[in-house]
Nanobody, 117 residues
Framework: QVQLVESGGGSVQAGGSLRLSCVGP????????MGWFRQAPGKEREKVAS????????YYVDSVKGRFTISRDNAKNTVYLQMNSLKPEDTAMYYC??????????WGQGTQVTVSS
């Protein structure tokens, strides 16, 4: 059963922007790490960005620093990934995830992002 629901993927040209959203129930949102992973065909899944919903501490993989911004809205149990200056190499299936040490992990169904040159 899907616990996290993503939206906002699509197709854009290089240099464009997209905003991904991920919403889940409070028990898999509050005081947990939430983040975005991506997987391109033939490549391993990589962590793109994450945020700790308790204090807002963020992480970004080097390749997206300065272009992507992760944020949260605790009132809506929602995490966002604002993606600017998109590049063809950003093309992938993007997955939202929620995790916490010694507790269950949760994943969304994925949303496709395609960037054309």
């Amino acid at each position: 059963q899907v616990q996290l629901v993503e939206s906002g993927g699509g197709s854009v040209q290089a240099g464009g922007s997209l905003r991904l959203s991920c919403v889940g129930p409070s028990y898999i949102y509050s005081n947990r790490h939430m983040g975005w992973f991506r997987q391109a065909p033939g490549k391993e899944r990589e962590k793109v960005a994450s945020i700790y919903t308790g204090n807002g501490f963020t992480y970004y993989v080097d390749s997206v620093k300065g272009r992507f911004t992760i944020s949260r809205d605790n009132a809506k149990n929602t995490v966002y990934l604002q993606m600017n200056s998109l590049k063809p190499e950003d093309t992938a299936m993007y997955y939202c995830a929620s995790w916490k040490v010694n507790e269950n992990n949760y994943w969304g169904q994925g949303t496709q992002v395609t960037v054309s040159s």
